[in-house]
């Protein structure tokens, strides 16, 4: 029998009517995958399942098989008139997560003063190796920086992680196995950067592999006057904020299509920003001055010539299509428009869909995180690892990033969401031009 794989977590669970409590059953997700255990109520939009007595775990009820979900929705009905059945608490691992119920957009989103204080951690001038922290990241920098300097490299970073943390999306922005925080390289120059593998035309790029962001300092807006590094403030913190933003969801883009890793960086970006503060809330200005720019200085009308090839499209396809730098601003350019529809326009308006797919990728998320941290499975170097039989991996391959499409489709056909996109632009002033 396969065994869903998930997230261990201490949670206070609420009592339940006695003809549910002590009941184990077995349970059944969308990918045919059981577990047994018992019904110990909801956290938000995740039914919390008691595999133990000392073991409850959250799952997405969305996940769960049509009889399940019946099942769930009985029980919560039986505790008094359909509410919810009340818990005092997520997961350990994820205390700050918010239940869907209560997300909001934000509006302004500030970096708190207390992330972007700076410990020197050490510093080596024969190794070109100075070594800062900051609440959630740890900066290798070639060259020693004033630690008012760092403070505001930092708030970028930091403040970036506010913003995804205050995004409904349901992002929690941890730091790699094995890694008390994010892990950022700083190079000298952008000769310096090349010779660490930054690609060439790029000015920072966030590695996969290495779990390393890697950035000159051009890239951070330092300009060196004498012997001392300064922070150009007016400098543009766009490509910046993108690496970044794909670095805090580092555990996310396994499960996700490409047009959704780029259109989320692309969101991201696109938001007014200054001195450690994202206005959130002017996201409409932003997308029509971005469409603006677009069609002014690179001569693209707001168009996608396909829907479906570009939001079924695997990544080696991908890579493909952006096979010059103005083809790979088109494909970005479409991929943000796809997500801030769905974060916008679709719909309520209130982005429902989009963060249900968020939080189906959440539990992808989780269910790879338990499975790596059983003790069971052993981790062989190479990206390689063992495991029991016994165990079920999570599905990693490439498919499992469209695993979830069907929840922003929702029975829709390609044409139909095509002529709802055309019709959600024209609503807020702008002509996009979708293809099915």
């Known amino acids: 029998m396969q065994k869903i794989t998930l997230c261990l977590s201490l949670l206070l669970i609420a009592s339940l009517p006695a003809q549910m409590a002590g009941a184990v059953r077995s349970w059944t997700d969308d990918a045919g995958r059981t577990v047994n255990a018992e019904f110990a109520g909801m956290d938000g939009d995740s039914v919390l399942l008691r595999m133990s007595p000392e073991k409850t775990v959250p799952f997405p009820l969305a996940r769960l098989s049509a009889v399940d979900q019946a099942f769930v929705k009985e029980a919560v009905a039986s ?28 509006e302004n989103v500030t970096v708190p003063p207390r992330s972007i204080e700076i410990t020197t ?8 190796k100075y070594v800062y922290q900051s609440e959630a990241f740890e900066f290798s920098s070639q060259a020693k920086l004033a630690g008012s300097v760092m403070k505001e490299v930092a708030r970028t970073f ?21 890694m008390q925080r994010f892990q950022a390289a700083l190079y000298e120059s952008r000769q310096d ?6 690609p060439e035309n790029s000015g920072g790029v966030y590695n996969t592999g290495e779990k390393i962001f890697k950035i000159p300092f051009p890239s951070l807006g330092l300009e060196k006057r004498g012997q001392t590094y300064f922070k150009n403030d007016s400098y543009s913190n766009g490509t910046l904020v ?28 696109m938001l007014p920003y200054k001195s450690g503060t994202f206005r959130a809330d002017a996201h409409k200005n932003a997308i029509k001055d971005d469409i603006s720019v677009w069609e002014k200085n ?13 939001m079924t499209m695997p990544r080696e396809q991908w890579v493909a299509e952006c096979s010059t730098p103005s083809r790979m601003s088109e494909m970005y350019h479409r991929s943000q428009l796809l997500v ?12 429902t869909r989009f963060i249900r797919f968020m939080e189906a990728v959440y539990g992808e998320v989780q269910a790879k995180r338990a499975f790596f941290a059983d003790p069971r499975v052993k981790m062989l170097g190479g990206g390689r690892f063992s495991y029991p039989r016994s165990l079920t991996p999570p599905d990693m391959s490439e498919n499992a990033g469209f695993k979830h499409l069907p929840i922003l489709l929702e029975e829709r056909s390609y044409e139909k969401i095509a002529a709802e996109i055309i019709a959600a632009y024209k609503n807020i002033g702008v002509k996009v031009q979708v293809a099915p």
């Open 298 to 310: 690179e001569g693209f009308p707001p168009s996608i010539d396909s829907l479906k090839k570009h």
């Open 79 to 106: 505790t008094g008139g359909g509410a919810a059945v009340p818990t005092a608490a997520t997961s350990v691992s994820d205390p700050n997560r918010v239940p869907i119920a209560q997300r909001t957009w934000p």
């Open 121 to 128: 951690i050490s510093e080596s001038v024969a190794q070109r």
């Open 158 to 178: 930091e403040a970036t992680r506010s913003l995804i943390n205050a995004l409904p999306w349901g992002v929690v922005c941890r730091p790699p196995e094995g």
């Open 193 to 198: 950067y090349f010779e660490a593998g930054g």
């Open 340 to 351: 801030y529809y769905f974060c916008h326009l679709d719909g309520d308006g209130k982005g």
């Open 242 to 269: 993108h690496e970044i933003t794909h670095q805090l969801m580092d555990d996310y883009l396994g499960f996700m299509p490409t047009w959704i890793i780029e259109g989320t960086a692309e969101y991201a970006e």
